[in-house]
């Protein structure tokens, strides 16, 4: 076994499988630059590496998975540097994101507790994606004044029946037996099981579909399928104001509770999440989702919002914040035509492999 353990990151080889553990407890496992070019570095390796057949990635110890990206990196660039730094974040952990989408050799995502924001763009890019009793999904970006990024865009707008602008609205939690109802895990195991299925993959990485069958069991009903209904009809329009207007009409109790969720998000960010899953369902590329996705990204990352959803909701933890604009009717066409609208062709976004030269 080769063990090369980063800062945040270890980075191994077990048997025919490259191994990559994230190991940030404090901070849930969320991933950091130095953790994205590391995961990148290793991922290349070994693409060309005969002897690695599979990919796991899991994280090192304590609780979670990856409960997302780097939120201070991002609000100190937002007020300090014009989002120049966060940009750059922002493009490399995207190009890590498209990297495992289209990487040639089995990928397995352990999603082995909390899997938000930047865990979901590093597990649902993958080949299995195993989900336990302790998952908690969630693309909980709309309450910071960003979007579901990190192909969020692609994912959501896929799913069945709305739920994917739903879970982008409101950033809904999923559990492990919800997230396989909804096709974003492939697999439910027992979190005791996921130690003896990583070293039956690293002995056996051409056996991975039969050694996750073989140790998956048969998950719990997912209780969001009792509410399908409801978010089918309620979420139907790509209309911020339709979705508010048919939950007010409703009158039950599930939703007054979504109404209330929806009013404790900056108005911007819902219309803008709404917009990238109706533009991300017509492409047939996830490069262009990415693309696309990043001019958003460089565009509300220096809007007013995220930067005061942050301080409101975890920086001074007031629950307080200040939009702009601070009502639905305020976020014009015009304002959201400017957030998707082309960058110059030398700020583009732009896979891995074209930046490289390849």
Same mark, same amino acid.
């Given at each position: 076994?080769?063990?090369?353990?980063?800062?945040?990151?270890?980075?191994?080889?077990?048997?025919?499988?490259?191994?990559?553990?994230?190991?940030?407890?404090?901070?849930?496992?969320?991933?950091?630059?130095?953790?994205?070019?590391?995961?990148?570095?290793?991922?290349?390796?070994?693409?060309?590496?005969?002897?690695?057949?599979?990919?796991?990635?899991?994280?090192?110890?304590?609780?979670?998975?990856?409960?997302?990206?780097?939120?201070?990196?991002?609000?100190?660039?937002?007020?300090?540097?014009?989002? $120049?730094?966060?940009?750059?974040?922002?493009?490399?952990?995207?190009?890590?994101?498209?990297?495992?989408?289209?990487?040639?050799?089995? $990928?397995?995502?352990?999603?082995?507790? $909390?899997?938000?924001?930047?865990?979901?763009?590093?597990?649902?890019?993958?080949?299995?994606?195993?989900?336990?009793?302790?998952?908690?999904?969630?693309?909980?970006?709309?309450?910071?004044?960003?979007?579901?990024?990190v192909g969020g865009g692609w994912?959501?707008?896929?799913?069945?029946?709305?739920?994917?602008?739903?879970?982008?609205?409101?950033?809904?939690?999923?559990?492990?037996?919800?997230?396989?109802?909804?096709?974003?895990?492939?697999?439910?195991?027992?979190?005791?099981?996921?130690?003896?299925?990583?070293?039956?993959?690293?002995?056996?990485?051409?056996?991975?579909?039969?050694?996750?069958?073989?140790?998956?069991?048969?998950?719990p009903e997912a209780r969001i399928?009792?509410?399908?209904?409801?978010?089918?009809?309620?979420?139907?329009?790509?209309?911020y104001e339709d979705i508010l207007?048919?939950?007010?009409?409703?009158?039950?109790?599930?939703?007054?509770?979504?109404?209330?969720?929806?009013?404790?998000?900056?108005?911007?960010?819902?219309?803008?999440?709404?917009?990238?899953?109706?533009?991300?369902?017509?492409?047939?590329?996830?490069?262009?989702?990415?693309?696309?996705?990043?001019?958003?990204?460089?565009?509300?990352?220096?809007?007013?919002?995220?930067?005061?959803?942050?301080?409101?909701?975890?920086?001074?933890?007031?629950?307080?914040?200040?939009?702009?604009?601070?009502?639905?009717?305020?976020?014009?066409?015009?304002?959201?035509?400017?957030?998707?609208?082309?960058?110059?062709?030398?700020?583009?976004?732009?896979?891995?492999?074209?930046?490289?030269?390849?």
């Amino acid at each position: 076994m080769m063990t090369t353990p980063e800062d945040d990151l270890h980075i191994r080889e077990q048997g025919r499988t490259g191994r990559l553990s994230l190991d940030r407890p404090k901070a849930l496992h969320a991933l950091t630059l130095d953790m994205c070019h590391d995961m990148s570095a290793a991922l290349t390796r070994w693409r060309e590496d005969d002897a690695i057949g599979a990919v796991i990635i899991d994280h090192y110890d304590g609780r979670g998975f990856c409960a997302g990206g780097d939120i201070n990196l991002l609000r100190n660039s937002a007020l300090n540097d014009g989002g $120049i730094s966060g940009r750059q974040f922002f493009h490399d952990e995207y190009q890590l994101n498209h990297q495992i989408f289209t990487y040639p050799k089995p $990928i397995i995502a352990f999603m082995d507790g $909390i899997t938000m924001g930047g865990g979901v763009g590093i597990s649902q890019p993958v080949r299995y994606r195993v989900a336990t009793q302790a998952t908690r999904f969630a693309m909980p970006e709309t309450g910071i004044g960003l979007f579901p990024d990190v192909g969020g865009g692609w994912y959501l707008s896929r799913l069945e029946n709305r739920l994917g602008q739903y879970l982008a609205v409101t950033g809904a939690r999923l559990d492990g037996s919800e997230c396989v109802w909804a096709g974003l895990a492939t697999h439910y195991m027992a979190a005791d099981r996921l130690a003896i299925a990583k070293q039956r993959i690293a002995q056996h990485p051409d056996r991975v579909a039969s050694i996750l069958a073989e140790l998956s069991t048969t998950p719990p009903e997912a209780r969001i399928a009792a509410h399908a209904d409801y978010i089918g009809r309620h979420f139907a329009s790509d209309r911020y104001e339709d979705i508010l207007a048919s939950l007010q009409q409703d009158g039950s109790d599930w939703a007054f509770a979504q109404l209330a969720t929806l009013e404790s998000k900056s108005p911007q960010t819902c219309k803008v999440a709404l917009r990238q899953l109706a533009n991300s369902a017509t492409l047939d590329d996830f490069a262009e989702n990415m693309a696309m996705e990043y001019r958003i990204a460089s565009r509300v990352l220096t809007l007013p919002d995220f930067a005061e959803d942050v301080r409101a909701a975890i920086v001074e933890k007031t629950g307080d914040p200040q939009w702009n604009p601070a009502t639905s009717e305020g976020v014009t066409d015009e304002l959201l035509d400017s957030i998707f609208a082309p960058l110059p062709d030398d700020e583009e976004w732009k896979p891995l492999a074209e930046t490289q030269g390849d």
